[in-house]
């Protein structure tokens, strides 16, 4: 957990240096801190997880995906990096930031979670062709949950 002392001294320096964003991984653990226009920073601390994930029942037969491949928990993804609300656009008259059949880099913006009023853009992390959207457009996820499919390319 960070300490309020160095919570300070990070906003200090975004402040004194105008900065937009500020974004720090130590190990497991993340801060994020954005803030729009001259407003006090916003911070979104994610500490690495306590807790191990429960068991996975197993599959029944032939429960694999429709498209006959692996079923999602098995084949390559993006998870989310977060708790939040899922929107695959910038707004409700864009298109969505990626849709099945796109290929995405790395770098790619694939959609984003909004957690306490924050947007946050989620990247691919990887190169491939999206196979399969499993969120809907405004659906709260949770952290770790398999955003998208990806068959790597």
């Known amino acids: 957990m960070i300490d309020l002392k160095t919570l ?3 906003i200090k320096l ?11 991984r130590d190990g497991d653990e993340t801060v994020a801190m954005k ?28 429960a694999a995906s429709a498209g006959g491949g692996a079923a999602p928990e098995d084949a390559p993804g993006i998870e989310s990096p977060m708790v939040g609300t899922f929107y695959s656009a910038a707004d ?4 969505p930031f990626v849709s099945v059949g796109d290929s995405v880099g790395p770098d790619t913006v694939v959609c984003i979670i909004e957690a306490m009023k924050v947007f946050n853009e989620v990247k691919a992390g990887m ?15 949770e952290f770790g949950q398999k955003l998208f499919v990806i068959r790597p390319s």
Do not use: I, K, T
């Open 8 to 10: 300070r001294s990070l």
């Open 14 to 24: 975004m402040v004194d240096n105008d900065l937009s964003e500020l974004d720090l």
């Open 35 to 62: 803030r729009a226009g001259h407003g006090a920073p916003v911070v979104m601390h994610q500490p690495a997880p306590h807790y191990a994930p429960p068991p996975m029942a197993p599959a029944a037969p032939g």
């Open 92 to 95: 409700p008259d864009s298109p």
């Open 127 to 141: 190169s491939g062709v999206v196979e399969r959207v499993l969120v809907e457009n405004a659906e709260p996820v």
